[in-house]
């Protein structure tokens, strides 16, 4: 994460031992209140326990993304890791003392490091703020580095639609490894290397440039589903600005005139800042897509060359032969219908005793580390039942996990629903 804490031999009393923590901070509402003129260049940093005093200095270093250094303010807040934050600006204070020591609050900027110098612990970042304009306009000032990072799912070759996320990133390892671990919940990767941007913060007319993105490439049977929302491809200013990670989501689907199966997809976007489509950047995204059983079935069954499995089915009192494979794509859970969605969400949404409900299931899925996240939606359950989907868990998967976790109700309104879903299967 390019973060690290330099303790010194006797820093600590001797004989004495003493836990210590260091905290990447990855809640975006902790964030320092900023101005329009302020931009957040680091990451969120807290050294623990708040308030412990060291008897000599320890260096704290993490990465920052501002362009020009001399723009960068070290602000620290001596509150705890959770509650109300206080940033305040870390001012540099000059050598004191008969020791060699550096005082507390001495520190050094380099082209992409903070160096601080701590004898308390509590929480640190950086800002940077926008400079007077100079003479020299040629001069670069008021700009940090950004990463474009694209995340999808993976492409599979009876894909009808396919979703992409960019993401604007601070350029800190941190900010790109938050990006991979929110798109983790929902099965996303990075889809093509990120892409480096010199993001400018000069104002104009008192605003900031947003940020444009323009499709221009498209494999051949695709096209873009176009928003009814003008600006679905721009990305406010300030939530860049401000260091909000915010990304904008494209999608594509597969032209009708187009029966051939999906064995890759090519796009191409033009990411530039309003009026300066000069100075933008190509992002090139290629997806191949992977083989899947419940693709093509004949073709699977003819490549091994094996007769395809029949099974006895009971349809309305009658028994009759049918393909596994048919019946396997009725009960995938490919899309998990809204009636049944409304009802898990309001029997899991709510708190309950010992937190059997959509923590449970969160927890039961090894979402522990995004329960936190998913607290601050409308509905949490939806959340986790989208991953679900993406992951293509069965209804009678998900059945079973629910009575796993002690919650029948819930367990029982999807067996209902497989029970009635299996009178309707066709009978041919």
Same mark, same amino acid.
């Given at each position: 994460?390019?973060?690290?804490?330099?303790i010194?031999?006797?820093?600590?009393?001797?004989?004495?031992?003493?836990?210590?923590?260091?905290?990447?901070?990855?809640?975006?509402?902790?964030?320092?209140?900023?101005t329009?003129?302020?931009?957040?260049?680091?990451?969120?940093?807290?050294?623990?326990?708040?308030?412990?005093?060291?008897?000599?200095?320890?260096?704290?270093?993490?990465?920052?993304?501002?362009?020009?250094?001399?723009?960068? $303010?070290?602000?620290?807040?001596?509150t705890?890791?959770?509650?109300?934050?206080?940033?305040?600006?870390l001012?540099?204070? %000059?050598h004191?003392?008969?020791?060699? %020591?550096?005082?507390?609050?001495?520190?050094?900027?380099?082209?992409?490091?903070?160096q601080?110098?701590?004898?308390?612990?509590?929480?640190?970042?950086?800002?940077?703020?926008?400079?007077?304009?100079?003479?020299?306009?040629?001069?670069?000032?008021?700009?940090?580095?950004?990463?474009?990072?694209?995340? &999808?799912?993976?492409?599979k &070759?009876?894909?009808?639609h396919?979703?992409?996320?960019?993401?604007?990133l601070?350029?800190?390892?941190?900010?790109?490894?938050?990006?991979?671990?929110? %798109?983790?919940?929902?099965?996303g990767?990075?889809?093509?290397?990120?892409?480096?941007?010199?993001?400018?913060?000069?104002?104009?007319?008192?605003?900031?440039?947003?940020?444009i993105i323009?499709?221009?490439?498209?494999?051949?049977?695709? %096209?873009?589903?176009?928003?009814?929302?003008?600006?679905?491809?721009?990305?406010?200013?300030?939530?860049?600005?401000?260091?909000?990670?915010?990304?904008?989501?494209?999608?594509?689907?597969?032209?009708?005139?187009?029966?051939?199966?999906?064995?890759?997809?090519s796009? *191409?976007?033009?990411?530039f800042?309003?009026?300066?489509?000069?100075?933008?950047?190509?992002?090139i995204?290629?997806?191949?897509?992977?083989?899947?059983?419940?693709?093509?079935?004949?073709?699977?069954?003819?490549?091994?060359?094996?007769?395809?499995?029949?099974?006895?089915v &009971?349809?309305?009192?009658?028994?009759?032969?049918?393909?596994?494979?048919?019946?396997?794509?009725?009960?995938?859970?490919?899309?998990?219908p *809204?009636?049944?969605?409304?009802?898990?969400?309001?029997?899991?949404?709510?708190?309950?005793?010992?937190?059997?409900?959509?923590?449970?299931?969160?927890?039961?899925?090894?979402?522990?580390?995004s329960?936190?996240?998913?607290?601050? $939606?409308?509905?949490p359950t939806?959340?986790?039942?989208?991953?679900?989907?993406? $992951?293509?868990?069965?209804?009678e998967?998900?059945?079973?996990?629910?009575?796993?976790?002690?919650?029948?109700?819930?367990?029982?309104?999807i $067996?209902?629903?497989?029970?009635? &879903?299996v009178?309707?299967?066709?009978?041919?």
């Amino acid at each position: 994460m390019g973060i690290s804490l330099c303790i010194p031999p006797g820093a600590i009393e001797s004989g004495k031992k003493q836990v210590i923590s260091l905290v990447l901070n990855w809640d975006l509402s902790d964030n320092p209140l900023m101005t329009g003129d302020e931009s957040l260049v680091s990451p969120l940093v807290y050294c623990g326990p708040h308030g412990l005093k060291l008897k000599r200095s320890c260096q704290l270093i993490f990465k920052h993304c501002a362009f020009n250094i001399n723009e960068l $303010k070290i602000l620290k807040s001596e509150t705890e890791l959770t509650g109300h934050k206080d940033w305040q600006q870390l001012k540099d204070e %000059e050598h004191s003392g008969n020791n060699n %020591e550096q005082c507390q609050n001495s520190f050094n900027i380099t082209p992409n490091e903070c160096q601080v110098n701590i004898s308390s612990f509590t929480l640190f970042t950086a800002i940077m703020t926008i400079l007077e304009d100079c003479d020299d306009d040629s001069l670069p000032q008021s700009c940090k580095w950004l990463q474009l990072a694209a995340f &999808s799912c993976p492409l599979k &070759s009876n894909s009808l639609h396919y979703q992409i996320r960019i993401y604007f990133l601070n350029k800190t390892p941190c900010a790109l490894q938050w990006a991979i671990q929110n %798109e983790a919940k929902f099965g996303g990767v990075l889809c093509c290397p990120e892409k480096v941007f010199l993001f400018d913060g000069r104002k104009e007319v008192g605003h900031g440039k947003d940020v444009i993105i323009n499709t221009i490439y498209t494999s051949e049977g695709w %096209e873009m589903i176009e928003d009814t929302d003008d600006d679905s491809n721009r990305i406010p200013f300030l939530y860049i600005w401000h260091g909000k990670c915010p990304y904008a989501s494209l999608c594509f689907h597969r032209q009708l005139s187009t029966s051939k199966p999906t064995k890759e997809l090519s796009l *191409q976007f033009h990411i530039f800042q309003e009026t300066l489509e000069s100075a933008g950047e190509k992002l090139i995204v290629q997806n191949q897509a992977k083989p899947n059983i419940y693709d093509d079935n004949e073709q699977q069954c003819e490549k091994h060359k094996s007769p395809q499995i029949k099974i006895q089915v &009971s349809v309305n009192g009658f028994k009759e032969s049918q393909d596994i494979f048919d019946v396997a794509n009725h009960l995938k859970c490919k899309k998990i219908p *809204q009636e049944l969605r409304l009802k898990l969400k309001l029997l899991l949404d709510p708190s309950c005793l010992f937190d059997k409900n959509w923590k449970a299931l969160a927890s039961y899925l090894n979402l522990d580390s995004s329960i936190r996240y998913m607290e601050a $939606k409308e509905s949490p359950t939806d959340q986790i039942l989208d991953i679900l989907e993406q $992951k293509m868990y069965s209804l009678e998967a998900i059945q079973n996990i629910l009575t796993d976790i002690g919650r029948i109700d819930a367990a029982t309104e999807i $067996k209902e629903f497989l029970e009635q &879903s299996v009178e309707e299967l066709p009978q041919n």
